[in-house]
C-alpha cells in the first residue's frame, strides 16, 4: 500500500507545491518545504519495515524529549531517563515487549528526585518526568501498529491537520478550549472529514483509526497547547520551518497513535 501511494503523494506534493508558490505567503511556503522534506522521509522510513519505523520512532522520540525538557526545565537526570525510553521503547516493540523498559523508565523517573533528597522539587521533576514518559511512549506505536497501518495514520493525521487549518479559517465559530484560542470547532469537523476521507481513499477506514484520527488528533494539538501554555511559549523550538519545533508538528500525532493502539 505505501509504494502504492507514492506517486500520488508525489503529485499532491507537487500541486500543492505550485499552489503555495502562487499564493506567495511566506509562512505557507514554509510549511511546503517541510512537507516536502519530511514525507520523502517518513515514507521511507516506513516502507522499510518494523526496523525503519522503529527508527523514526526513536528520532522522534529523542527530538521530542529533548525540547519537551527546555519546555518544562527538566534536570539531567529526568532528560537522560527520557531520552533512553524514547530510544528503547521502539525497540523493545520489535522484539514484542514494551512493558518491562516502560516500567523501569517509570520508576526510575519518580526515583531520581527522591533519591537525589530534592524536597523543593522534587514532586514537580516526577511529575513531569512520568508525564513525558506516557507522552512519548505511542511513539512505538509506529512498529506495533505494522507499516501499512502507521503510514495510513501518519498520512491522515497530516491531512487532518491542514484540513483542519483551512476549516477553521473558512468557517469560523465557536472556539474549541481556552488551551489554543485559534482553535475552533468548525476547524475540527473540518479535520475529521480530511482524515477519514484519507483512510477512505488508503482502504484503512477501521473505527480505531477513525476515532484516532477525529478525536485524538484534535486532542493531541490541544494537549501541546497545555504545555505550552503552562511553559509560557508559543512554539516548542524555533528550528524547523513553518512550525516552530517537531513537536509543533507531531503533537496531533501522539495521541491519535495512543488511541490506535489501545482500540486495535
Given at each position: 500500500m505505501i509504494l502504492d501511494t507514492a506517486p500520488y503523494l508525489a503529485g499532491a506534493l507537487g500541486v500543492s507545491g505550485l499552489a503555495v508558490w502562487w499564493s506567495r505567503q511566506r509562512e505557507l511556503v514554509r510549511r511546503w518545504t517541510t512537507w516536502a522534506v519530511a514525507a520523502p522521509l517518513v515514507t521511507g522510513s516506513l516502507l522499510l519495515g518494523p526496523q525503519g519505523a522503529a527508527a523514526l520512532a526513536v528520532v522522534l522520540g529523542v527530538v521530542c524529549v529533548l525540547e519537551y525538557s527546555r519546555l518544562v526545565r527538566l534536570r539531567a537526570p529526568e532528560r537522560a531517563i527520557l531520552l533512553a525510553h524514547a530510544t528503547l521503547l521502539p525497540v523493545a516493540a520489535l522484539m514484542g515487549d514494551v512493558y518491562?523498559?516502560?516500567?523501569?523508565?517509570?520508576?526510575?523517573?519518580?526515583?531520581?528526585?527522591?533519591?537525589?533528597?530534592?524536597?523543593?522539587?522534587?514532586?514537580?521533576?516526577?511529575?513531569?518526568?512520568?508525564?513525558?514518559?506516557?507522552?512519548?511512549?505511542?511513539?512505538?506505536?509506529?512498529?506495533?501498529?505494522?507499516?501499512?497501518?502507521?503510514?495510513?495514520?501518519?498520512?491522515?493525521?497530516?491531512?487532518?491537520?491542514?484540513?483542519?487549518?483551512?476549516?477553521?479559517?473558512?468557517?469560523?465559530?465557536?472556539?474549541?478550549?481556552?488551551?489554543?484560542?485559534?482553535?475552533?470547532?468548525?476547524?475540527?469537523?473540518?479535520?475529521?472529514?480530511?482524515?477519514?476521507?484519507?483512510?477512505?481513499?488508503?482502504?484503512?477506514?477501521?473505527?480505531?483509526?477513525?476515532?484516532?484520527?477525529?478525536?485524538?488528533?484534535?486532542?493531541?494539538?490541544?494537549?501541546?497547547?497545555?504545555?505550552k501554555r503552562g511553559a509560557g511559549v508559543k512554539d516548542a523550538g524555533a528550528w524547523l520551518p513553518g512550525f516552530g519545533g517537531l513537536l509543533d508538528r507531531v503533537d496531533s500525532l501522539l495521541i491519535a497513535l495512543a488511541l490506535a493502539v489501545v482500540l486495535a
Open positions: 518491562g523498559p516502560a516500567a523501569v523508565c517509570l520508576l526510575a523517573v519518580v526515583l531520581a528526585p527522591v533519591l537525589s533528597g530534592d524536597a523543593e522539587d522534587g514532586s514537580r521533576r516526577a511529575a513531569f518526568g512520568m508525564f513525558g514518559l506516557l507522552w512519548f511512549a505511542p511513539l512505538a506505536g509506529l512498529v506495533l501498529l505494522g507499516p501499512a497501518q502507521a503510514f495510513a495514520l501518519c498520512l491522515a493525521v497530516a491531512i487532518a491537520d491542514v484540513a483542519a487549518w483551512c476549516g477553521g479559517k473558512l468557517g469560523g465559530g465557536p472556539r474549541l478550549s481556552p488551551l489554543s484560542p485559534g482553535k475552533t470547532w468548525s476547524g475540527v469537523l473540518g479535520g475529521a472529514a480530511g482524515g477519514l476521507g484519507v483512510l477512505a481513499l488508503l482502504g484503512s477506514l477501521t473505527p480505531a483509526l477513525a476515532v484516532a484520527v477525529a478525536v485524538g488528533a484534535p486532542l493531541g494539538d490541544l494537549v501541546e497547547s497545555m504545555v
